[in-house]
């Protein structure tokens, strides 16, 4: 009995995963990404461009506006199933483009996946005195499938 609802829960699971990813990747990145460019949002979000682990290209992503002086955090809510943070595995050497004044200011960086960490006490931590980035952490708890922490050092 126990292992029918295991597989009933690994599937319920994978499920959240495809459709969080179609909605986030279909829609949402989409409208955020437009949004960063044009220098909208900064205060509440960022982008990732991590390298293709198959294709070599370039891969930009929204994230959370993790930013802490030299240290870049991200909450990845597929944990090591996202596709960024495979990306990261596969090449730790990404850029950063925060919104400053009315565009992206990029720094580059090496990104450590901290499975250890506590992402939830980190959410928190990030999202002291952030509207926008605690309204974003409500969003990502509930489409989060196996949250975890990955931290960018950033080079000045």
Request: charged letters at 25%; glycine letters at 10%; one cysteine or more.
């Amino acid at each position: 009995m126990l292992r029918v609802y295991m597989v009933g829960s690994e599937r319920r699971r994978s499920l959240k995963r495809r459709l969080s990813r179609a909605v986030e990747t279909r829609l949402v990145n989409r409208v955020v990404r437009t949004l960063l460019a044009r220098g909208r949002l900064g205060g509440t979000y960022a982008v990732l461009e991590t390298v293709g682990r198959r294709s070599g290209r370039a891969r930009r992503t929204p994230v959370a506006n993790g930013l802490q002086g030299d240290t870049f955090w991200l909450l990845c809510a597929h944990g090591d199933g996202a596709h960024y943070a495979r990306n990261i595995a596969a090449n730790p050497h990404v850029r950063i483009g925060v919104v400053e004044g009315h565009s992206l200011r990029w720094r580059t960086g090496v990104a450590v996946p901290l499975p250890a960490d506590d992402a939830r006490a980190r959410q928190r931590e990030l999202g002291r005195g952030r509207l926008g980035y605690r309204l974003d952490a409500v969003l990502l708890r509930a489409l989060a499938t196996d949250l975890m922490t990955i931290r960018v050092d950033l080079q000045s």
